[in-house]
Structures are given as C-alpha cells and as structure tokens.
C-alpha cells in the first residue's frame, strides 16, 4: 500500500512539473502574440489535469491553470469559454469563502461582454470577501476592481467609479501603471469607457502605444487584440489621418479574436458608410455573446445616436 502510495505521488509530481511548464509555453506564446497556440496549450494543460486529484500539492496548478485558460480566452475573444474557466475556478474548494478570488475572473468577462448587471451583483461579493480576507494588497485583482470602476463609468456613476478606482489603488495599482500601457487592461477600459462617451480624443490618448510594445508583457499579451481593436475604431471616429492604414495593419493582431476582428471590421465599415457589413456585425457579435458591442453597432449604423 505504502508503495503504490508513492507511485501515485510520484505520478502526480511528474504531471505537476508538466502543467508548470505548460504554463510557461503558454506565457511565451501569449507574450509572441500567437494567441490560438496559448489557448491550444492552456487546455492541454487542464487535460493533464483530469488525471490529477485536488490536493495540497497540487491546488495551486488547478487554480492557476483555470485562471490562466480565462485569460487566453479572453485574449481569444471566447467569451463564453473564459466564462466556463472562470466558474471552474469559482468552484474550487479552496476559493469556497474567498469571493474576491472566486469572482476575480467572471467580472472580466462580463466587463468585456457587456452584462452589467452581472458585475454589479458581484461587486459587491468582491469587496466583501476582499475585506474580510483582511484587505490584502493583491495586484492581481486590480484589474477586477477597475472592471467594476469602468462598468460604473459605462452607466454614468461617476462616483462609483471613483470609490472602485480607489480600491484598486488598495489592491495594488499604482497610479503610474493605471495611466500607462504596460499592462495592457488600464488603457483598454479607458479606451472602452472613452470611446463610449464619444470622447475618441480621450480615446487616442490612452490608446496612443504601439501594440509590440503593449505586447512585451505577459500582462499586455491577452489584450493586445482588444487593444488595437479599439485603437482602429478611435482612429476612425477621430478622424485620424492614418486611420486606413491602421485598418490594414491590425488584422494580423486581431486575427485570434473573432470580437477584437469584429470591432476591426466594423471601424472599416463606418468609415465606408456601408451599414449592410454594420447590420451583419451586429449579429456577429451577438453570436459571440457580446451585447455590449451589438448595441453599440447599432448605435454607430445610426449617426446622432452614439453614446
């Protein structure tokens, strides 16, 4: 018994020095913007999983592994499958009572997507457990906290948004990472809440980086796609004098993300006034389980009624 105990703890010692360097493959393939070979290595990282038991050994590689799979698949525009990997890692056993943990993820997603109302019932459940965790400086939940503070500012709470950017300082964040790219989701939510506003001068300016340089960074990787993305569309509605050629040059960047490709191609087509290719992309992106952009196609096939 004492023996096939150890073959058994030998085994998984093994599958978990596998699953690191699976994580590390995906890491320098997110960092070389090759988003579909990270989302390929992700899940076979969480296949290697299957044949491993939740333990103490390997507890963290189960929580890293889902929260990792979410983040490829927000880089690849899949946000349905980075919805089922944040609940997968909601439901692990050791995040039972630690909602700022649990929630981290999921919020990201319906950030993106554009279910409001989600976020906002689980802001909530986010400060709570945060604060009854003891209020731990965590900067990698920064980027939830400021999710919360740009769906505020996406309803017109001002106040609100104000109250999470503070907590996402708490967390973390400095002020220096929060107005500059290196992370990449700072200059994505702003650019998001900006160009909502019909504000693309605002729009321009945090998103005014190159996207190798956002690149660079682990951090930046998953949402260089979404990145340039918005940077094409400010460069239209602003009128910008490179605007075409930006068109042209982020569908390399774009190619992964099937919402990133979208939001490209709508740019391409407001700027042509081709409100047919608009009325197609709308229910692309609804299919893609993004209202949020759907809505926001309509509103830019229709002039005077942005936001």
Do not use: K
């Not at 056993?93 to 976020?119: I, K, M, N, Q, W």
């Not at 005014?208 to 400010?234: I, N």
């Amino acid at each position: 018994g004492a023996r096939h105990a150890f073959e058994l703890a030998e085994q998984a010692g093994e599958r978990i020095l596998q699953s690191t360097a699976l994580d590390r493959l995906t890491i320098v393939h997110l960092i070389g913007g090759d988003i579909a070979e990270a989302v390929r290595l992700a899940r076979r990282r969480l296949d290697l999983h299957a044949t491993l038991a939740i333990g103490p050994i390997s507890g963290f590689e189960f929580g890293d592994a889902h929260l990792m799979a979410a983040e490829v698949d927000i880089g690849a525009g899949d946000l349905v499958g980075a919805a089922r990997h944040a609940e997968a890692l909601a439901a692990l056993p050791f995040y039972r009572d630690e909602d700022h943990v649990a929630l981290s993820r999921r919020v990201l997603v319906d950030t993106l997507a554009g279910h409001f109302d989600d976020v906002l019932r689980a802001a909530e459940r986010f400060r709570r457990g945060w604060e009854r965790a003891g209020r731990p400086v965590a900067p990698n939940l920064a980027r939830t906290s400021y999710a919360i503070a740009t769906v505020h500012g996406l309803l017109g709470d001002d106040g609100r948004r104000a109250d999470w950017i503070r907590l996402t300082y708490d967390l973390g964040a400095t002020p220096e990472q929060l107005t500059g790219f290196q992370l990449g989701w700072p200059a994505v939510f702003d650019g998001l809440l900006a160009l909502h506003r019909d504000d693309p001068g605002e729009a321009e300016r945090r998103l005014a980086a190159d996207e190798p340089e956002l690149a660079r960074t682990l951090a930046g990787g998953p949402w260089v796609p979404w990145y340039t993305a918005l940077r094409v569309e400010t460069a239209v509605l602003g009128h910008h004098p490179d605007a075409a050629g930006r068109i042209e040059r982020s569908r390399h960047a774009t190619r992964d993300n099937p919402i990133a490709s979208a939001i490209v191609e709508r740019a391409a087509a407001v700027a042509a006034g081709d409100r047919q290719t608009l009325a197609r992309l709308a229910v692309t992106f609804a299919r893609l389980d993004c209202p949020y952009q759907q809505a926001r196609t309509g509103r830019l096939a229709m002039p005077g009624t942005r936001e």
